[in-house]
């Protein structure tokens, strides 16, 4: 967004520093670091390693972190730094920018709930699922890029994914993870048991290890609450175990997929007249909503939309989003059509909902999807044993 088009808003937005420091720029970074890429891509100028592990823990935002260190010791006393997650802020997209180290522009998993080009109806990225009597999405045609696993693999890296059983074999999981070894693990104990076993499996390894339950109790609860912060000191524990198991000559790396915050205000679209009119379909999620608009109704709903939302959201058109580098330095041109016609995303502590379209995210306390820093900014932690 260009200044004459940020200067209306109260606040910046943190437009991801993809190519610099921003979660695509991981996985590059990793390979070369097990020397399966070139040194160039190694943006974020990490250390040579045979085995690393990655310890994808869904939601913990830094600022969370940083609120909280003392109910995360372990965590808070190792070698930090932080990375935008990228846009929308929201575990399908950043799973799949870990997945491909591509940012979302390229990779086409660009939100949650996503118009499938051509069709009337909404994909979840996430359940991988269509409206009944539609068939299924192939993930290779969804998204067809490579994966860094498979390019692991070819460099005779073992790459191997931990985490709960059912997930295996889903559509999500094929899109984003091919190519790697999955390990069924469901409990905090066998995941910690299903990392050592692939760290001490193969000279060298690429191994990720996934926790959502962090993430489950801020969208329900809120974080902070004192659930929330259970989960905190469970995570905290987990990190420090897997620490403690790596064999010599690797590297543990904890970051996240997003952040979160807490609705102070739901703003229901679809229940109100004058944010519904024109708009054909609600995707998207509560704080990074695409709408999807009837034909030749895309200008009034822009200005209707950055009326109503003023001091509240950023209101932009597709063409805004994608100039201003939300998605990464472009869009590939066949996922044009995934993106809202009016992209709206919420600065302040609101959550846009389309209670009839998705009215489970209604109920919702904690919210995540957004271009603040809140959401945006995510750890990169770092334990090696070099």
Not at 73 to 83: E, I, K, N, V
Not at 263 to 284: H, N, R, W, Y
Not at 311 to 335: C, D, L, M, N, T
Request: charged letters at 20%; a negative charge; one cysteine or more.
């Amino acid at each position: 967004m260009d200044s004459d088009r940020a200067t209306p808003y109260d606040h910046a937005p943190v437009v991801p520093a993809y190519g610099g420091a921003s979660l695509a720029d991981l996985p590059g970074s990793l390979l070369a670091a097990l020397g399966a890429a070139p040194d160039d891509d190694n943006v974020l100028g990490l250390d040579p390693a045979d085995r690393v592990c990655v310890f994808v823990v869904d939601g913990l935002g830094a600022r969370l972190l940083d609120a909280h260190a003392d109910r995360a010791p372990f965590l808070a006393s190792t070698r930090a730094r932080a990375l935008t997650a990228g846009f929308p802020a929201t575990t399908v997209t950043s799973l799949c920018t870990l997945g491909t180290g591509l940012p979302p522009g390229e990779h086409g998993m660009l939100g949650l709930t996503l118009a499938v080009p051509g069709r009337n109806h909404l994909f979840n990225c996430l359940r991988w699922s269509l409206p009944k009597g539609m068939p299924p999405m192939d993930p290779h045609t969804w998204q067809p890029a490579e994966t860094v696993y498979q390019r692991a693999a070819r460099a005779g890296i073992e790459a191997s994914y931990v985490a709960p059983a059912a997930f295996e074999g889903t559509g999500l999981t094929d899109a984003v993870y091919r190519g790697v070894r999955y390990v069924p693990a469901d409990s905090v104990d066998e995941r910690v048991a299903g990392v050592r076993a692939a760290l001490n499996g193969s000279a060298r390894a690429h191994v990720t290890v996934y926790y959502g339950d962090l993430d489950a109790t801020g969208h329900l609860v809120g974080w902070g609450t004192p659930q929330w912060l259970d989960q905190l000191e469970i995570v905290d524990r987990m990190a420090e175990r897997l620490a403690e198991g790596l064999p010599s000559g690797s590297a543990l790396y904890v970051t996240a997929d997003h952040g979160m915050v807490n609705a102070e205000e739901k703003i229901d679209a679809q229940a109100t007249p004058e944010l519904s009119a024109g708009v054909a379909m609600f995707g998207g999620e509560a704080r990074a909503r695409h709408l999807y608009t009837e034909p030749g109704a895309a200008p009034a709903v822009l200005e209707t939309w950055r009326e109503l939302l003023q001091g509240k959201a950023w209101v932009v058109s597709r063409q805004e989003a994608i100039e201003s580098g939300w998605f990464g330095p472009g869009v590939r041109s066949e996922w044009l059509g995934r993106i809202g016609d009016v992209v709206a995303v919420p600065y302040a502590d609101c959550a846009i909902l389309a209670s009839e379209t998705h009215p489970v995210e209604a109920a919702f306390t904690g919210y995540h999807g957004s271009l603040t820093a809140a959401e945006q900014h995510i750890p990169l932690l770092e334990v090696s044993t070099r």
